[in-house]
């Protein structure tokens, strides 16, 4: 924990603070919340937020992972080892869909596969679990429709969200009321940006997976992008030779879509050092933010978190 600076909360520790109190509110607010887990840095700090905030109680409340199959290895790893570790209750859905049409990347598109894979697969899970709130790690430095979000944001019975429909927050007054079958999505990271996020990682000494760190891995460059191959279902042109560099993930998705960065920072105070020099949003590593005109605020509109 930061140190006070004389009877005021440290910039971090206010940011603490307002996200303990957003978490509590949805545990005295909601009959059946979840959380997402996604298990990136931002899901890692929320975890942490959460287990803070009801110590020495359990997490009230479930993880929720939507498993596209195409996470990763490393990021599954951590995952159940988190959840071994800390005890918390983590639900996984995959769609049986999208697995019975073996709906992928590659053959179906970064657009088609993640409305199958990742929105549908959601709501799937939104709707079995019959959650009435759902809480994600999303900021709204990260990107333009997001930044767009409230911290209590509604969603119709479809789970949709209409940008122009949107409850005020005043005074950090949250209206948390719900029609029948309508829900919220709760964002207790949306006044974070990224370099709170790994100042604070690093303050906490909070384990994070070991994509984030640079070491040397199997990649191929596709149109400009650093595709890392994490197993032997990545199909490979006749001329892609996968090759070792230096290598880190600024981000974490599916493997399939997600950019590596060539970087060199192998520890927490040499990735807040490159945070601080960058110029470029994290999001610009993930293909699916832009493989459709207002690609994001499109896929949130159809119930994409």
């Known amino acids: ?9 440290t910039h971090l520790q ?3 603070a307002e996200s303990i109190e957003i978490l ?3 545990a005295a607010s909601f009959e059946r919340p979840v959380m997402m887990y996604s298990i990136g840095k931002d899901s890692s700090v929320l975890l942490h937020l959460a287990r803070k905030a009801f110590y020495p109680s359990k ?3 479930p993880l929720l992972h939507i498993d596209t199959t195409w996470k990763f290895r490393e990021m599954i790893a951590f995952r159940n080892k988190m959840a071994e570790d800390f005890g918390f209750d983590l639900i996984t859905h995959t769609n049986p869909d999208g697995v019975r049409d073996n709906i ?3 053959d179906h598109g970064s657009s088609r596969y993640t409305d199958i894979m990742k929105t549908a697969a959601l709501r799937q899970a939104l709707n079995a679990g019959q959650y009435d709130a759902a809480i994600g790690g999303a900021r709204r430095d990260e990107e333009k429709s997001r930044a767009k979000e409230r911290v209590f944001s509604h969603r119709n019975a479809g789970h949709a969200w209409d940008p122009k429909n949107q409850r005020p927050e005043l005074w950090r007054v949250f209206n948390t009321r719900l029609n029948p079958g309508e829900s919220m999505r709760v964002f207790p990271l949306s006044n974070w940006t990224e370099l709170d996020i790994w100042t604070y990682i690093y303050s906490e000494n909070i384990p994070i997976v070991p994509l984030y760190f640079a070491r040397e891995r199997p990649v191929v460059e596709r149109f400009g992008t650093l595709l890392m191959v994490d197993d032997d279902r990545m199909p490979l042109g006749k001329d892609e030779v996968p090759r070792h560099e230096l290598v880190r993930f600024r981000t974490l998705g599916c493997y399939p879509l997600t950019g590596a960065m060539r970087s060199t920072a192998s520890s927490l105070p040499e990735i807040i050092m490159e945070m601080q020099a960058a110029r470029t949003s994290e999001r610009e590593g993930r293909l ?7 690609s994001m605020e499109k896929k949130k509109q159809e119930g994409y978190f």
């Open 24 to 26: 509590r509110e949805v």
């Open 14 to 16: 206010t940011l603490e």
């Open 104 to 106: 992928n990347p590659f």
């Open 288 to 294: 699916i933010d832009s493989d459709q005109v207002g």
């Open 59 to 61: 997490i009230p409340f």
């Open 1 to 9: 924990m930061a140190a006070v600076n004389g009877n005021r909360l």
